[in-house]
């Protein structure tokens, strides 16, 4: 579950929804699928997040090459949302290498507590540094956001 904290933006991404562009039926029908498979009681265990992630990179992959090829078919609304989301996202992510370090450290994962400290603690310390670093990307995008948001409102 994401924790609030500075980096994350004040805005309710989930609340501009109804009025976003919409997909066809059918394509909605996948989006609740997804829904369903990732949602409240969904297993957790590798199997789930080794889909999560392929899910996750098909989608970035989609906002990339738009992003690359088509940005002109998206107006200063469509920026705003796509800033807003991509706060969520590193917000998501940044939380995620965040425990992952965590868990890291307290040699969670199976394996590691058999691996020598000194690997240990580099991981720790990269898996740490992403974390930092992650904050602060989230933070420029919650700064650009405000930007365009009071350039626009």
């Not at 469509?78 to 965590?102: F, K």
């Not at 992403?130 to 919650?142: D, P, R, T």
């Amino acid at each position: 579950m994401l924790q609030h904290t500075w980096y994350l933006d004040d805005i309710d991404w989930f609340a501009a929804l109804p009025d976003a562009p919409r997909l066809t039926d059918d394509n909605s029908t996948v989006i609740g699928q997804l829904a369903d498979l990732f949602g409240g009681e969904a297993p957790l265990g590798p199997a789930t997040t080794v889909t999560a992630t392929y899910v996750i990179l098909m989608a970035l992959e989609q906002v990339g090459e738009t992003m690359t090829y088509a940005a002109a078919t998206h107006d200063t609304t469509e920026l705003g949302r796509l800033l807003c989301g991509l706060n969520l996202i590193q917000a998501h992510l940044t939380q995620i290498i965040q425990h992952t370090a965590r868990h890291a450290d307290n040699r969670s994962f199976r394996g590691l507590a058999r691996m020598p400290a000194t690997t240990v603690q580099a991981l720790t310390a990269r898996l740490t540094t992403a974390g930092a670093v992650g904050e602060a990307l989230a933070g420029h995008l919650k700064d650009a956001h405000t930007v365009l948001r009071t350039t626009t409102a």
